[in-house]
């Protein structure tokens, strides 16, 4: 055995075991967190992993994304040559693509070339946009970028000097078939052989070291996504991004997330598979109107701590840096945890299903149940739910008076079809009352079975939950399954998308079976069935918002602009960010009940959109948006140019 061979068996042998060894380490710190089943479902897991981590369905929707599936699929088909590569160097006599067939290994040359030249042209693209067309929250070139684009440029460069000192000594039986390793052979024209032999020593030995260093370089940094974004894809989440599992409430238990080790292993490894491409920063309301919450930077800092305090956790020690906090007394902040508008825009953006927005809940839960520790505003929200179920503290006896007017039916068990859940905003606020008291009349004239609870109906505990009010919202959950079952309620209309997805997504866990509409739905299913006649609403030229809750969260799109078009007469103007893209109001998460004293307000970033668009009318299909840009063009003194209306307030105009 030559020398050269002895050296590179070592160093490879070196090299392999310091890079299980570092994956070992880093993989043995997600037995820290709970457990939780994310392999149920495998044939369409595999399915979703395919679709979205080898087709890279995410990826290619922006602009720029092409190119990572270029670099993607180049690395793959490398992978084969580079595994050649290692593997023969240890026995030469035995692997090797020269063994092969020689249309085989012409046709296998003919690609790695290929691919070689679109790998180094697709890192020079990446250079670019890192030096000059970075985005705002990208960031430009750092020293994990350069460090890793720098690899592989010379893994590249290095391939394509070994080949052409092959092909200039004409040993290269493929030469024919590898144009850019050809045209760099031209270059060697004047060298000896003995020259081109140790040039071809020099860079095979080069590539050889280069892709053992960025072998072991992964686990250290953003790049080891290349290991975890495929299987993080398989591990994905099914179900409606925010619906918290249920907790058991026991004495002595601790809830939500304080330390790294009570989020489950799926959260923890999301922390690994984050590429740091910073595209759910560029979707974040938050960021995009100056707040401290970076979606990214969450799950980099539930990294960083990870590793800070794995060890010690894993010796059953108390972990040297906190969770929650901020620079030396922390590692998220607790500004950035309260910041979110839980609009679910991260998680739709996301190419590899990593859940941001779901981590932050889990960590106000923490703050507001084991700790107490919340904003000041929440106080007041907090006791007016609990005692009164309403977040004005309101008598539960006012909850009707909308109805006073027009003798709206009492719910009849067995008799009435469709229970309207009018929700707190539906009963209690004037502006909205007005869109509850268009909807009955649309009701009455479609001739739908309806009714109401009157003073016994309860708030669904929305901003509860998203807010970390865990135990309260329970408890109002089970009173709201227990009397939906005791009048027997089996449809349900719904006027406000937070009511409408906590009945229909996360009361499933408390055993309620419920068909859930969203008026906007239900307004659809009647004027397509004909039981509503329409003339033209005249509400001049309507440009439509899409709710948070309606649209990311229950993907629905399509209904609300098929009635709006039929009331109307015409199709509505689209907003540049609109559908699953949609800028949000500001208000989810029960951010409505807090203040924003940080950056733009957010309602008023989406006003300025809405009011680009040069529109007589907004039309949105929840109170939220609509309280949120109401407030909004007061603020902006342009409440004379822009009306803004629920849907049913228009498809009511429309009535014959």
């Not at 024919?176 to 760099?184: D, E, F, Q, T």
């Not at 840096?321 to 609009?343: E, F, H, M, N, Y």
């Not at 084991?370 to 309101?394: V, Y």
Request: charged share 20%; hydrophobic share 45%.
């Amino acid at each position: 055995m030559s020398s050269s061979i002895v050296l590179y068996s070592i160093v490879f042998a070196a090299a392999v075991v310091f890079f299980a060894w570092s994956c070992l380490r880093r993989f043995g710190l997600l037995r820290l967190g709970r457990p939780e089943n994310r392999f149920d479902r495998p044939v369409r897991r595999i399915w979703e992993m395919i679709y979205y981590a080898f087709i890279q369905r995410r990826v290619v929707s922006r602009a720029f994304g092409v190119n990572h599936f270029v670099l993607f699929w180049c690395f793959m088909a490398l992978l084969v040559a580079n595994t050649e590569f290692l593997l023969g160097g240890l026995f030469p006599d035995y692997i090797s693509l020269s063994r092969l067939p020689l249309g085989l290994h012409q046709v296998l040359a003919l690609i790695f070339d290929i691919v070689s030249l679109l790998a180094l042209l697709a890192v020079i693209s990446a250079v670019i946009r890192r030096a000059f067309f970075s985005p705002p929250h990208l960031g430009g070139l750092s020293r994990d970028a350069v460090t890793i684009l720098t690899m592989i440029a010379v893994l590249m460069l290095a391939f394509f000097g070994l080949h052409a000192s092959e092909i200039a000594r004409g040993t290269e039986r493929a030469a024919s078939l590898m144009p850019v390793s050809s045209a760099v052979a031209s270059l060697f024209g004047g060298i000896s052989t003995a020259g081109l032999v140790s040039l071809g020593g020099f860079f095979w030995w080069v590539h050889a070291v280069v892709l053992l260093a960025f072998l072991n370089y992964l686990p250290y940094s953003k790049h080891m996504h290349i290991l975890t974004a495929i299987p993080n894809c398989y591990f994905r989440n099914f179900g409606k991004p925010v619906t918290a599992p249920r907790e058991e409430f026991k004495k002595g238990t601790s809830y939500g997330v304080g330390d790294i080790s009570q989020f489950t292993w799926k959260g923890l490894f999301d922390a690994y598979a984050c590429t740091e491409c910073a595209r759910c920063s560029d979707a974040c309301p938050a960021t995009f109107t100056g707040k401290p919450l970076d979606p990214r930077l969450v799950v980099h800092d539930i990294k960083v701590n990870l590793l800070t305090n794995g060890d010690q956790l894993a010796k059953k020690k108390a972990p040297p840096l906190p969770l929650i906090g901020a620079g030396k007394t922390g590692s998220v902040p607790v500004q950035a945890i309260w910041d979110c508008t839980t609009c679910a825009a991260c998680v739709q953006v996301c190419p590899v299903f990593i859940e941001q927005f779901p981590r932050i809940i889990d960590m106000r839960r923490h703050l507001v149940e084991m700790k107490a520790e919340f904003p000041e505003e929440l106080l007041a929200f907090f006791e007016n739910i609990e005692q009164r179920s309403n977040p004005w503290g309101i008598a539960p006896s006012d909850r009707a008076k909308w109805a006073a007017e027009i003798n709206a039916p009492a719910f009849e068990t067995g008799k009435t079809e469709y229970l309207f859940y009018v929700g707190c905003f539906g009963a209690f606020d004037a502006r909205y009352r007005q869109v509850t008291l268009a909807l009955a009349r649309i009701l009455d004239a479609a001739g739908v079975s309806w009714g109401i609870l009157g003073r016994e109906e309860l708030c669904c505990g929305d901003s509860l939950r998203r807010l970390g009010n865990e135990y309260v919202f329970d408890q109002m959950a089970k009173a709201n399954v227990k009397l939906f079952g005791e009048k027997g309620v089996k449809k349900v209309i719904t006027q406000c998308p937070h009511c409408f997805n906590t009945l229909k997504n996360d009361y499933e866990q408390y055993g309620l079976e419920l068909e859930v509409l969203h008026h906007s739905q239900l307004l659809d299913e009647l004027i397509t069935a004909g039981r509503l006649k329409l003339n033209k609403a005249e509400v001049g030229r309507v440009v439509f918002h899409d709710s948070c809750y309606l649209g990311r969260y229950n993907d629905i799109y399509q209904a609300p602009r098929r009635a709006l078009a039929r009331a109307t007469g015409s199709e509505p103007t689209e907003m540049p960010r609109r559908r699953e893209n949609s800028f949000c109001c500001g208000a989810g998460g029960g951010r409505m009940w807090l203040e924003e004293s940080i950056g733009k307000h957010i309602n008023v970033a989406r006003v300025e959109e809405i009011l680009a668009q040069k529109a007589d009318t907004a039309c949105v299909c929840c109170p939220y948006c609509l309280t949120m840009f109401a407030d909004g063009l007061k603020t902006k003194e342009a409440e004379d140019k822009l009306k803004v209306l629920d849907l049913a307030e228009i498809v009511a105009r429309a009535l014959k």
